[in-house]
């Protein structure tokens, strides 16, 4: 089914583009997208609309590309004009993820396949509120599109889904897989094998934030390394001081 932005866009499922051989398969939640400001004369109608896809998996939030992409859509004169958002709501997580994550870890973005057990995004609270809000009293009057994007879930990955991420593993050939929070251990590693854990605070009591451990995937020993979320290590946000201060200690034992 297909599912529309604000203004037109359509949402495009993002996977990993290169299909090389990787060292490290990290597996998030869902895909983000592209922000801008909405902006009427010197009016800000909207800080931060989610208006497209991200044009890559854990986009960078290049501010070169997101003009160009947010320049492709159009708007009626009199609803004013779109601009990047800040820098901070394009692409934050990409950047804690290179960051903060691979690096520590002694890799590259060119050694990682990424995955999302949702490989589309969804709306959050905040997100449906700004839509009913500034987006959708317009619709009528200047013959906008429905903005038809489903609600964040609570099930990111049905069991579907969970054989197409299982083959992205395998294509990878890598030999340790990176679970972003607890979602994806829940959904994706309980489901598809035993292991004696089903969060990150569970892990860590058996073995320690930062320690990877050994499942068995595909018929295959791999390590496994669940740690805490981008949001919660970047501190984007509504985020846990608990987790940021883990992952901070482990970040500088790495180093």
């Known amino acids: 089914m297909e599912y529309f932005y604000p203004f037109g866009e359509t949402v495009r499922r993002l996977v990993q583009q290169d299909r090389t051989p990787k060292q490290v398969f990290v597996l998030g939640v869902y895909a983000s997208a592209v922000h801008a400001r909405w ?24 501010p070169d590309e997101a003009r160009e992409i947010i320049s492709k859509i159009h708007l009626p004169s009199e609803l004013g004009s779109l601009e990047p958002a800040g820098s901070h709501l394009n692409g934050p997580s990409a950047k804690v993820l290179d960051e903060h994550i691979l690096a520590p870890l002694g890799y590259t973005r060119k050694e990682a396949w990424l995955c999302d057990l949702l490989p589309e995004t969804r709306l959050n609270n905040s997100q449906v509120r700004v839509l009913k809000t500034k987006y959708e009293p317009r619709i009528q009057q200047y013959g906008l599109n429905p903005v038809t994007i489903p609600k964040r879930p609570t099930v990111f990955c049905d069991i579907n889904r969970c054989k197409e991420i299982l083959a992205e593993l395998k294509e990878s050939r890598a030999n340790l897989l990176v679970l ?3 979602i994806p251990i829940r959904q994706f590693l309980n489901r598809i094998t035993q292991v004696n854990y089903t969060s990150l605070q569970e892990y860590v009591y058996l073995y320690g934030y930062g320690n990877p451990s050994k499942a ?40």
């Open 39 to 62: 902006k009427k004369g010197n009016e800000i109608i909207c800080q931060a609309l989610a208006v497209a896809s991200e044009p890559r998996i854990f986009w960078d939030g290049n």
């Open 180 to 182: 972003l929070g607890d």
């Open 216 to 255: 068995i995937i595909n018929g295959n020993s791999i390590n496994v390394l669940p740690i805490a979320h981008p949001r919660q290590i970047g501190a984007l946000g509504a985020h846990s001081e608990k987790w940021f201060q883990a992952h901070l200690e482990w970040e500088n034992k790495s180093k």
